[in-house]
């Protein structure tokens, strides 16, 4: 069982930056493509970000692409989000993932409790 967890959510103000972290357990991290969604309220949940096991390879939704950068660190087990110029359209619970396979065109296996992320205009 791998277990997500993650952290840095909080309250900014519209055109700050914030820094997501995901840390995961267990040894299969580093074989994994991860990935990032978020879900507001009566919302469904949505693709932001993900990235191949290997780091080369990053994919964004339309609405964060080139203000949000994904990165791992698989010596640490990590994924991180930096979020630049927010706006206060992307308030929303942020949850990792992470998925079956190496990319990020499969199946999410585990998913973590989120963290919540509110941008004041």
């Known amino acids: 069982q791998v277990q997500l967890v993650e952290s840095g959510g909080g309250l900014v103000q519209a055109g700050d930056f914030l820094r997501l972290s995901c840390e995961a357990s267990g040894d299969s991290f580093s074989l994994r493509g991860m990935g990032w969604f978020r879900q507001t309220p009566g919302k469904e949940r949505e693709f932001v970000a993900a990235?191949?096991?290997?780091?080369?390879?990053?994919f964004y939704t339309d609405s964060v692409n080139g203000r949000f950068s994904i990165s791992r660190d698989n010596a640490k087990n990590t994924v991180s989000l930096y979020m630049s110029s927010l706006k206060p359209e992307d308030t929303a619970v942020y949850y990792c993932?992470?998925?079956?396979?190496?990319?990020?065109?499969?199946?999410?296996?585990?998913w973590g409790k989120g963290t919540l992320v509110i941008v004041s205009s």
């Open positions: 990235i191949s096991w290997n780091g080369f390879s990053t």
């Open positions: 993932a992470q998925y079956y396979g190496q990319r990020y065109d499969g199946t999410v296996n585990y």
